[in-house]
């Protein structure tokens, strides 16, 4: 599995990134900047949103802690205590969140939802997944470029849990999360496909987004601030007419899937004891 990185530029601002700063797609060669939506290369996902239809980050959210405040001590005081969790299973699992490459982070709600989400079982849906994570992720960056905050691991000098993505995510800035808009986002999108599981979505999408702080490479503030934007980017998406159609295709297409009583393809106890691990 290939994990490129990507960087746009003249247009869609850059993607999004993933536990090293680049979001991941699969199939697709690392391209270093990424080309303008009309030469997109193949295997490259597009979003819904055309880029003047981003929610605006910068806009939407108030400016990060500063140094020195109340609040950037109570963020440093949960990075101490997420810092705890290394070595145990909820850092395990913080460390697969990382991964944002497909088909890895298809089965991130796989348990939530008692179904496989694989291209083959559910292909409405893993397009779904991969499109609204592009929209989810751009529309973080108005605000991480405006204010480039330092990661907590550069502050405190402490291991991240996905160490070969260290040099990357310092050039990327931290608030918000990438990560934890995208998440919040699949979280709410899935909870209309699939309402009757709606609060273990909802657990699993936050967690989701937990699993940066204890990966040591977000602050809580980055993590809320990514919550927000998700939640946006997923009321925008709804005025999109392909949006819609994706949205009522896969809901139809998971609703066969559980009939057939498939099953989850992630350890459901696993991930369940490693969720119940906290700070």
């Given at each position: 599995?290939?994990?490129p ?20 797609f ?26 003047e ?5 910068l806009?939407?959210?108030?400016p ?16 101490k205590?997420a ?5 145990t ?12 490459s497909?088909?890895?982070a ?13 291209e ?20 973080t ?32 800035g ?6 934890a ?5 699949w979280?709410l ?8 599981r ?13 699993s ?9 503030s980055?993590?809320a601030?990514g ?8 009321a ?8 819609r ?22 350890d ?12």
């Amino acid at each position: 599995m290939t994990n490129p990185g990507y960087r746009h530029r003249n247009g869609l601002r850059r993607l999004v990134i993933c536990a090293a700063g680049a979001l991941m797609f699969s199939n697709v060669q690392s391209l270093g900047e990424a080309p303008a939506p009309d030469k997109m290369p193949p295997g490259f996902v597009a979003g819904y949103l055309p880029k003047e239809a981003l929610p605006d980050s910068l806009a939407l959210l108030p400016p990060p802690p500063a140094t020195g405040s109340a609040a950037q001590a109570r963020d440093e005081e949960a990075a101490k205590n997420a810092l705890a969790l290394n070595g145990t299973p909820r850092w395990n699992l913080a460390a697969l969140d990382a991964d944002l490459s497909f088909p890895n982070a298809a089965g991130t709600f796989s348990c939530a939802l008692d179904a496989p989400v694989t291209e083959a079982d559910t292909p409405h849906l893993y397009v779904l997944l991969r499109r609204s994570m592009t929209d989810a992720g751009l529309a973080t960056y108005a605000a991480k470029d405006a204010y480039k905050r330092a990661r907590p691991f550069m502050v405190n000098n402490q291991p991240i849990c996905s160490p070969e993505y260290r040099k990357r995510l310092e050039d990327n800035g931290a608030y918000p999360s990438g990560h934890a808009s995208l998440g919040w986002a699949w979280a709410l999108i899935l909870s209309e496909i699939a309402p009757e599981r709606t609060n273990a979505i909802l657990a699993r999408g936050s967690a989701f987004g937990d699993s940066r702080s204890i990966c040591n490479v977000h602050w809580e503030s980055d993590v809320a601030g990514g919550r927000l934007v998700g939640a946006g980017v997923v009321a925008r998406l709804h005025a999109e007419a392909a949006f819609r159609a994706d949205l009522e295709a896969a809901r139809k297409e998971l609703a066969a899937v559980r009939s057939k009583k498939l099953g989850a393809t992630r350890d459901c106890r696993a991930e369940a004891g490693a969720m119940a691990i906290h700070p």
